[in-house]
């Protein structure tokens, strides 16, 4: 079982960077998926960026590529999403999510694949 703490949220202006971490517990960190979520008021909770294990495989969605970098540092068991060029419609909690240790080598999309999920971190974005 692995334990998920995100940080790193709060306000920011349009345009401008924050940069979300996620510190994992347990020492099979490199054994899971990752990946982060958002969810604003009303909305369901939709995938923003995943990893693979070994962080040579991500995926974004496409109202945040470009702008959005996830990262892995394994040996520290901690996940980052650099986030650049904020938008107003960034403004949402985000969650940091495991996947599962030892399924596969690759990265998942859905919310429903991941096993375990950090308490979230408010993100708003003022124009």
């Known amino acids: 079982q692995v334990q998920l703490v995100e940080s790193g949220g709060g306000l920011v202006q349009a345009g401008g960077s924050l940069r979300l971490s996620c510190a994992a517990s347990?020492?099979?960190?490199?054994?899971?998926?990752m990946g982060w979520f958002r969810q604003a008021p009303g909305k369901e909770r939709d995938v923003v960026a995943a990893i693979n294990r070994s962080g040579g495989s991500t995926y974004y969605a496409d109202s945040v590529k470009g702008r959005f970098t996830i990262s892995r540092d394994n040996a520290k068991n901690m996940v980052y999403l650099q986030m650049n060029s904020l938008k107003p419609e960034d403004t949402a909690v985000y969650y940091c999510a495991a996947h599962g240790a030892g399924y596969s080598s690759r990265y998942y999309t859905r919310r429903l694949e991941y096993e375990h999920w950090g308490q979230g971190t408010q993100v708003t974005v003022s124009s």
């Open positions: 347990g020492r099979t960190f490199s054994q899971y998926a």
